[in-house]
């Protein structure tokens, strides 16, 4: 054989070599995965509790995209995103998991089937053939399993869909659908306020409320309890009510501040009705009547009227502070970036307590607290360059041994009924008193002292001061997140936890001194072009030595 036809024949087989590895890789990919993922958090990587959810299917689970064919970008690269997603979920399904991506524009039938699930057509804007046009699309989701079925109306992002999706799973493999309580005295407010946090909350638990007003009488208690600041005083019996979750081990979130603040009248005071503190002072811990301000804080947008018109300001807000010091050891904060409270209340534990308190959330060092004639102007001058009292803890967790508030105070007692006065005067009387402090129908103090408990050694608290943060005025997914992630530890469910918190939050650059500051500055105006003349001059200079070489050369 001649050197040609062996250099040939050498090439042929290196090249079928090659096919062989590559058809054997790709034959072992299938039975094994591994995906390289260098990103933060590692948020393109099936989450270890979406895997353990998986693994565990019985039967077979049918996931349904219904996406138009036609889509405008960015919404096109979705299709492709979450046939990769769902893929990945087979791996570690195996033959229990089964996807289709199916165009209802394609079909009047399936049309009709996407109004009876309740996915709408979404009007998307498409720009690229250099006119701006509005398309009617699909970008829903179904999953089946076994005889039930849920439904992602609109696939917004990709960012949560880890999340939205493993949420789902869960749901639809679970027997049973924890109950989540909240407590207040004025269910009507909250369900205003809280619409957008409550409408959420309802797609992964039961959600009940506790009527503080109203309750006559022992309930079944829910999985977890939220109890929201009190408007009007609460009585023995109140207490008694709350009491009851926090001695029978279920965990109980205290979202309360005992001020109220206002930015639309400018003004904060203290909720003279408030007592809830005196039962918070049983599990040794309190939430002071004061508000913090913080040097690293949020900008917000202030409105003001000038004449005929209203003029946006955008301005720091001292008391809405921007909050980085999170305690990463817990697994509530421990994937977010930063978290803001508006007007916060600081936590801390009482000497005495038998609980073990654990800091989630504080200030900076650049902090101070209002705590008499408080004054929330956002236009005010505040002199931040004094706040040095920090740091203040605004959120914490409270576990283990914690006593009960009759363990040291009577029981509540049936109030008698009153003789009905005719006396007009009289009856306004009663009537203003009733306001004050309503009469309650209460169960007989035997009964109460069978249910009552004395102690725990399984308390499950959380307490911020600011019970504002989840109202849809301030809303946001960052503090969304933290709401959720309460719930979900309340509820001994952290899997969640880590998935929906991933890729979340804001990463602020360090502060700096001043003089450091103006340094950067300078630097950023002076450094290109000194490197484009230093490196204009190195070029001229080896441009001179390589004609001075080639002259003396041409000169030999």
């Given at each position: 054989?001649?050197?040609k036809?062996?250099?040939g024949?050498?090439?042929?087989?290196?090249?079928?070599?090659?096919?062989?590895?590559?058809v054997?890789?790709?034959l072992?990919?299938?039975?094994?995965?591994?995906?390289?993922?260098?990103?933060?958090?590692?948020?393109?990587?099936?989450?270890?509790?979406?895997?353990q959810?998986?693994q565990?299917?019985?039967?077979p689970?049918?996931?349904?995209?219904?996406?138009?064919?036609e889509?405008?970008?960015?919404?096109?690269?979705y299709?492709?995103?979450?046939?990769?997603?769902?893929e990945?979920?087979?791996v570690?399904?195996?033959?229990n998991?089964?996807?289709?991506?199916?165009?209802?524009d394609?079909?009047?039938?399936?049309?009709?089937?996407?109004?009876?699930?309740?996915?709408?057509?979404?009007?998307?804007?498409?720009?690229?053939?250099?006119?701006?046009?509005?398309?009617?699309?699909f970008?829903g989701m179904?999953?089946?399993?076994?005889?039930?079925?849920?439904?992602?109306?609109?696939v917004?992002k990709?960012?949560?869909?880890?999340?939205?999706?493993?949420?789902?799973?869960?749901?639809?493999?679970?027997?049973?659908?924890?109950r989540?309580?909240?407590?207040?005295d004025?269910?009507?407010l909250v369900?205003?306020?809280?619409?957008?946090?409550?409408?959420?909350?309802r797609?992964?638990?039961?959600?009940?409320?506790?009527?503080?007003?109203?309750?006559?009488?022992?309930?079944?208690?829910?999985?977890?309890?939220?109890?929201?600041?009190?408007?009007?005083k609460l009585?023995?019996w109140?207490?008694?009510?709350?009491?009851?979750?926090?001695?029978?081990?279920k965990?109980?979130?205290?979202?309360?501040?005992?001020?109220?603040?206002?930015?639309?009248?400018?003004a904060a005071w203290?909720?003279?009705?408030?007592?809830?503190?005196?039962?918070?002072?049983?599990?040794?811990?309190?939430?002071?009547?004061?508000?913090?301000?913080?040097?690293?804080?949020?900008?917000?947008?202030?409105?003001?009227?000038q004449?005929?018109?209203?003029?946006?300001n955008?301005?720091?807000?001292?008391?809405?502070?921007?909050?980085?010091?999170l305690?990463?050891?817990?697994?509530i904060?421990?994937?977010?970036?930063?978290?803001?409270?508006?007007?916060?209340?600081?936590?801390?534990?009482?000497?005495?307590?038998?609980?073990?308190?654990?800091w989630?959330?504080?200030?900076?060092?650049?902090?101070?607290r209002?705590?008499?004639?408080?004054?929330?102007?956002?236009?005010k001058?505040y002199a931040?360059?004094?706040f040095?009292?920090?740091?203040?803890?605004?959120?914490a967790?409270?576990?283990?041994?914690?006593?009960?508030?009759?363990?040291?105070?009577?029981?509540?007692q049936?109030?008698?009924?009153?003789?009905?006065?005719?006396?007009?005067?009289?009856?306004?009387?009663?009537?203003?008193?009733?306001?004050?402090?309503?009469?309650?129908?209460?169960p007989?103090?035997?009964?109460?002292?069978?249910?009552?408990?004395?102690?725990?050694?399984?308390?499950?608290?959380?307490?911020v001061?600011?019970?504002?943060?989840?109202?849809?005025?301030?809303?946001?997914?960052?503090?969304?997140?933290?709401?959720?992630?309460?719930?979900?530890?309340?509820?001994?469910?952290?899997g969640?936890?880590?998935?929906?918190s991933?890729?979340?939050g804001?990463?602020?650059?360090?502060?700096l001194?001043?003089?450091?500051q103006?340094?950067?500055?300078?630097?950023?105006?002076?450094?290109?072009?000194?490197?484009?003349?230093?490196?204009?001059?190195?070029?001229?200079?080896?441009?001179?030595?390589?004609?001075?070489?080639?002259?003396a050369?041409?000169?030999?």
């Amino acid at each position: 054989m001649d050197a040609k036809k062996k250099y040939g024949f050498n090439a042929l087989v290196a090249m079928l070599a090659l096919v062989g590895i590559l058809v054997f890789v790709n034959l072992l990919s299938l039975k094994i995965y591994k995906r390289l993922d260098l990103s933060e958090g590692r948020i393109y990587t099936v989450p270890a509790y979406t895997r353990q959810l998986l693994q565990k299917l019985d039967d077979p689970l049918q996931v349904k995209v219904y996406f138009s064919t036609e889509l405008p970008f960015p919404y096109s690269e979705y299709r492709r995103f979450i046939g990769e997603k769902l893929e990945e979920y087979q791996v570690y399904a195996g033959q229990n998991l089964h996807y289709e991506f199916i165009d209802p524009d394609l079909d009047p039938e399936v049309k009709k089937q996407m109004k009876q699930l309740g996915i709408p057509q979404i009007q998307l804007s498409d720009v690229s053939s250099n006119k701006l046009e509005v398309k009617n699309c699909f970008l829903g989701m179904a999953l089946y399993y076994r005889d039930k079925s849920e439904i992602i109306p609109y696939v917004q992002k990709t960012d949560d869909l880890d999340y939205k999706i493993t949420s789902l799973i869960r749901k639809l493999t679970s027997d049973r659908q924890p109950r989540v309580a909240i407590a207040t005295d004025n269910v009507p407010l909250v369900q205003r306020d809280l619409r957008q946090v409550l409408q959420v909350l309802r797609q992964q638990y039961q959600v009940v409320f506790l009527d503080l007003g109203a309750a006559k009488e022992l309930d079944d208690l829910a999985d977890a309890l939220v109890v929201l600041a009190p408007r009007k005083k609460l009585t023995p019996w109140q207490f008694f009510l709350i009491d009851r979750y926090v001695m029978a081990g279920k965990g109980v979130a205290f979202f309360a501040s005992p001020l109220r603040s206002d930015l639309q009248v400018m003004a904060a005071w203290r909720n003279q009705g408030n007592n809830l503190d005196e039962l918070l002072h049983a599990y040794g811990v309190t939430i002071n009547e004061d508000l913090l301000m913080d040097a690293f804080n949020e900008r917000i947008s202030i409105q003001r009227r000038q004449g005929q018109f209203m003029i946006s300001n955008m301005v720091d807000y001292p008391l809405f502070p921007k909050l980085v010091d999170l305690n990463r050891s817990q697994v509530i904060v421990s994937d977010f970036q930063s978290l803001h409270f508006p007007f916060v209340s600081t936590v801390e534990p009482l000497d005495g307590g038998t609980g073990t308190f654990t800091w989630l959330v504080r200030s900076s060092p650049k902090s101070k607290r209002q705590t008499k004639n408080f004054d929330i102007d956002p236009y005010k001058n505040y002199a931040v360059d004094s706040f040095n009292e920090g740091p203040y803890v605004v959120a914490a967790t409270v576990t283990g041994k914690l006593s009960s508030y009759f363990a040291d105070h009577p029981l509540p007692q049936p109030q008698p009924k009153k003789e009905e006065k005719k006396s007009a005067k009289k009856d306004q009387d009663k009537a203003e008193a009733a306001e004050e402090a309503p009469e309650q129908d209460i169960p007989p103090v035997k009964e109460l002292q069978q249910a009552l408990v004395k102690s725990t050694d399984k308390g499950r608290l959380i307490l911020v001061g600011c019970n504002d943060f989840m109202k849809d005025d301030f809303l946001d997914g960052l503090m969304a997140s933290f709401f959720f992630n309460s719930i979900d530890w309340l509820l001994q469910d952290e899997g969640l936890i880590g998935i929906r918190s991933r890729g979340l939050g804001n990463r602020p650059l360090k502060e700096l001194e001043p003089g450091l500051q103006q340094a950067v500055i300078y630097a950023d105006i002076l450094l290109v072009p000194l490197l484009l003349i230093l490196a204009g001059l190195l070029h001229w200079r080896w441009r001179r030595r390589r004609i001075k070489k080639r002259i003396a050369r041409l000169m030999k």
